[in-house]
């Protein structure tokens, strides 16, 4: 029978363009957010973060940008290289919830698959 | 550094089975969360502990599945009796407790309930 699974968005670029890859979020209360990487076979590698008292923060070849206004998260990739081909993933985290602290607990967004052709 | 340890790193094992996953998480990390991925579901919070006590088990799908952090230094995440539909990879976090801390994955068990 077909197979019914998520359907991930997909970015291709040739190496050396740059990538943008979004995110729209859905909480108004998070305040921090984050983008991990997952390659094949791996766990999701950390990038880089940011919180909510800033709208951008630049990282080595890549930078994230927050929009609070629209709930927008993107994370810009510089040059883009064949090993950087994976799943990126958003999350998004409450620091407080409504018992004073949430430990940590994060929404991950579903996913986007980026492919780099040499 | 080590990261956050997983073992095994694949089971396959008939259904009805027990299956028990282990972790060890990052040293000094409070925080450990177990998390089961899908292609259906994608990335699922089953639970997470902090200093060693769970804090929120409403992702753990069944009875059937049940954690335990006996010390700062080790989880189990338990499926008994196992079924085909547990098949999935399951991964383990941990992360500093304070707010605005990142967390960091091992790399999973892929388990395969025949």
């Known amino acids: 029978g077909e197979s019914v699974g998520l359907h991930l968005p997909t970015l291709s670029v040739q190496e050396g363009d740059n990538s943008i890859i979004n995110c729209a979020y859905s909480?108004?209360?998070?305040?921090?957010f984050i983008w991990y990487k997952q390659e094949s076979g791996k766990g999701p590698q950390f990038i880089i973060d940011?919180?909510?008292?800033?709208d951008k923060r630049q990282g080595q070849r890549v930078t994230v940008l927050l929009n609070k206004t629209v709930k927008h998260l993107s994370l810009q990739i510089a040059a883009t290289q064949p090993g950087d081909s994976a799943v990126y993933f958003c999350?998004?985290?409450?620091?407080?919830?409504?018992?004073?602290?949430?430990?940590?607990?994060?929404?991950f967004g579903q996913g986007t698959i980026l492919t780099v052709h040499p | 550094d080590a990261g956050v340890i997983q073992s095994p790193r694949h089971e396959v094992t008939e259904m009805g089975q027990e299956v028990t996953l282990r972790c060890k998480p990052i040293?000094?990390?409070?925080?450990l969360f177990w998390y089961r991925q899908t292609m259906m579901r994608g990335l699922e919070l089953l639970i997470y502990f902090n200093n060693n006590v769970p804090i929120d088990d409403s992702g753990m799908p069944e009875d059937r599945f049940s954690a335990k952090m006996p010390n700062a230094s080790f989880s189990t995440l338990k499926i008994q009796p196992s079924e085909p539909r547990d098949s999935a990879v399951y991964f383990c976090a941990s992360s500093q407790q304070g707010a605005s801390q990142p967390q960091h994955f091992g790399d999973g068990t892929r388990l395969s309930i025949l």
């Open positions: 909480n108004s209360a998070s305040d921090y």
């Open positions: 040293s000094g990390h409070n925080s």
């Open positions: 940011i919180r909510s008292n800033m």
């Open positions: 999350a998004e985290n409450v620091a407080r919830g409504a018992g004073g602290t949430s430990y940590g607990k994060l929404t």
